[in-house]
């Protein structure tokens, strides 16, 4: 316990060095806004800003991307509470609730309780990071790789069984996502595969277009020819104060969003998005007046709103500890860690200390810069809610393109970005969710290369991953999650998803 | 709103009306691809289990997508009809990312600040029909400023034309 308090003194002090501390306050600055623009969520915020960290120090880059991500989930809450419009999709609940109470003459305080919420959640999330991947990281210093290849497994059927949608749609999405990581060359025999001679594509797809294209790109394209949106209410300073009746209401939501948020977002898949449904789901169902949901409840902001920003700070903990994207938001990370020589995994908290300290530090620091600035300033930022659409879309497809052309200064990538943009318009058409495709893309090399090294370890037996206890573990439970997960498909019954709500649209 | 499907989940639409449902031809859409995907494969050594090649994880995965393709469309019995799904958007979608396009195109061969303009100035002029000074002023205020940020600020390289613009 000493060792982490010393240890988080010294990220404290990489945290106030005058330039990261500018980053981060900068990184959740554009992270609000970018959360409040319809179009530009969180990832694809990191991914059009992921260019300009490549000359900038490691610590530096992902102290200012996490101030992005966390800063957007932040904003998110603001335009689904002023205007019911999800700037980013962890904040569809707070639409809900949120915007009844601000038809209700009550925007002030929902403002304030998702804000408040939202910075317990985070600086909870930030403890738990602190506390568990270290704890994680030295555990998984004993895997190998049978261990890699059922621990990617095992995530793959987790995040089947957590998706909001249908489970087969979701595996389907994953699968198509690791055939997308095929493509380029096999490091292990040198063959170009899936190429279609295209030099190009040597070195894989790779993330930020798929990702920018998936979800950026094909949201312009389903929300094209949209009516303007609402006036938007400008809040007084004054009027953000809650009564001691909210707050009272407000408290158990807040504590248990928090605690589930981050449970969820250790898991694989779009966590932040589902933590959000369910603690929505368990909020409803634990009040004594559930029929006040939809009409303006703030618990019903409250609970939301604090586990997704709890689970925005979980993602970290398996991809900081054992190199294993979460997400899409947190595979673009992992890819900004990497531009600059680090590999993220069991070793970085031993080998990069000051990275990893840092980055903690700065999270408790920008949750609470994020308070601090964004309530009082939120007059200030609604502001940009008044730019119309009709002007705001060709920006940010202009944005998108130079953003993912920068990366690598490849026509290539926006070419393959604007073909996973009308993908995605077509997948989404059809109901399926986008972010397992991401999420394949990234873990496709891992689970090939962890499978054939396991192969070959064993002289080509797949009794290997029944001989090794923690691999035999894990594929147990993937095993059990499958039966679970395939059991209301079969039996046409209703399974987790209908008791938080996931099956029916939301109330209001 | 990122990534959230669009299409209510089965059980809540309840919708047993006739014609193809979605799902059904998305799963027969999976599987043809994962048809071609195995067809393509054939050109990879997929090696023994010892020593597995590069075509052997890729047969794996297509094989599994083919199956769940398989499961969605014999599953999808009961998903919206293919008739119920809305395309109001899809001509605007068309004419953007035909533009996003030519954009594409144009960027290393006019330059960044130029294509940009001239993009802006589509969109804003012709699909917006936004009047001539505002749209002027966004088009030529956003490629000239976004330019100066990303490339002289930022120190990313970003293309120029042949008139070094």
């Known amino acids: 316990m000493l060792e982490t308090f010393n240890s988080l003194m010294m990220g404290f002090a990489v945290a106030f060095d005058p330039k990261v501390f500018m980053y981060a306050v900068g990184g959740c600055i554009i992270g609000t806004l970018v959360g409040m623009m319809p179009g530009l969520g969180p990832l694809a915020g990191i991914s059009l800003l992921l260019p300009a960290t490549f000359g900038l120090n490691p610590i530096i880059a992902i102290v200012l991307l996490a101030g992005v991500y966390y800063g957007a989930m932040y904003g998110g809450s603001t335009t689904s509470i002023l205007m019911r419009i999800p700037g980013e999709a962890a904040s569809v609940m707070t639409c809900v609730d949120g915007y009844a109470m601000t038809q209700n003459g009550r925007a002030g305080p929902a403002l304030a309780i998702a804000a408040i919420g939202s910075f317990f959640a985070g600086t909870v999330g930030v403890i738990g990071l602190m506390l568990m991947a270290p704890t994680l990281a030295s555990f998984a210093l004993r895997f190998g790789p049978p261990e890699y290849t059922a621990l990617l497994l095992m995530g793959l059927f987790v995040l089947a069984y957590m998706s909001g949608g249908s489970m087969l749609k979701t595996l389907a999405m994953a699968f198509f996502g690791l055939l997308l990581g095929m493509i380029g060359i096999d490091v292990m025999s040198g063959y170009t595969r899936f190429s279609f001679g295209m030099v190009e594509l040597g070195d894989g797809v790779g993330i930020v277009p798929v990702a920018v294209g998936l979800f950026g790109i094909s949201e312009i394209l389903m929300t094209a020819g949209q009516a303007e949106p609402p006036k938007v209410q400008r809040p007084k300073l004054r009027e953000l104060i809650p009564s001691r009746e909210e707050f009272r209401l407000s408290l158990g939501p807040i504590v248990r969003g928090s605690l589930l948020g981050f449970a969820i977002g250790i898991i694989p898949g779009s966590a932040h998005v589902i933590s959000s449904f369910v603690s929505y789901g368990v909020e409803r169902r634990l009040s004594k007046h559930p029929e006040r949901f939809g009409k303006g409840a703030i618990e019903g902001v409250a609970g939301p709103e604090s586990a997704n920003n709890s689970a925005a700070t979980g993602a970290f903990v398996p991809m900081l500890a054992l190199g294993i994207p979460t997400g899409p938001v947190t595979a673009v990370m992992i890819a900004a860690i990497m531009v600059h020589g680090i590999l993220p995994g069991p070793m970085l908290i031993q080998q990069q200390p000051d990275l990893f300290w840092g980055f903690v530090a700065s999270m408790y620091v920008g949750n609470l810069v994020l308070l601090i600035l964004n309530l009082p300033m939120v007059g200030l930022f609604v502001n940009l809610l008044r730019i119309p659409y009709a002007y705001l879309y060709p920006c940010v497809l202009a944005f998108c393109i130079l953003g993912c052309y920068s990366v690598s200064n490849s026509v290539t990538d926006v070419w393959i970005m604007l073909a996973m943009g009308a993908i995605g318009y077509g997948l989404r058409k059809f109901g399926f969710d986008l972010a397992p495709v991401a999420l394949g893309l990234v873990l496709g090399p891992m689970l090939e290369l962890s499978l054939r090294q396991s192969l070959a370890l064993s002289g080509g037996t797949y009794g290997i991953f029944l001989e090794r206890p923690i691999a035999l573990t894990m594929f147990v439970l993937a095993l059990v999650l499958l039966a679970f997960a395939l059991k209301p498909v079969i039996f046409k019954g209703k399974d987790w998803r209908a008791g938080v709500g996931l099956d029916d649209p939301p109330p209001g | ?165």
Do not use: H
Request: glycine share 12%; aromatic share 10%; net charge positive.
């Open chain 2, 1 to 165: 709103m990122t990534d959230t499907p669009e299409s209510p989940a089965p059980d809540a639409r309840g919708d047993r009306g006739g014609g193809l449902k979605s799902d059904r031809l998305s799963g027969l859409v999976l599987l043809a691809l994962a048809g071609w995907i195995v067809w393509l494969n054939r050109e990879f050594p997929v090696g023994t289990l010892a020593d597995p090649g590069p075509g052997y994880v890729p047969l794996l995965l297509a094989v599994g997508l083919g199956a769940i393709g398989l499961l969605v469309a014999l599953f999808g019995g009961d998903s919206q009809p293919l008739r119920d799904i809305r395309w109001t958007e899809a001509r605007r979608a068309v004419v953007i990312l035909v533009a996003c396009g030519a954009l594409t195109f144009a960027l290393e061969r006019i330059g960044y600040r130029l294509s940009v303009f001239a993009f802006l100035v589509f969109f804003l002029g012709v699909v917006e029909r936004k009047k001539p000074l505002p749209m002027l002023l966004v088009a030529a205020g956003f490629s000239m400023a976004s330019f100066y940020v990303v490339a002289d600020l930022l120190g990313v390289p970003l293309p120029r034309g042949p008139w070094g613009f």
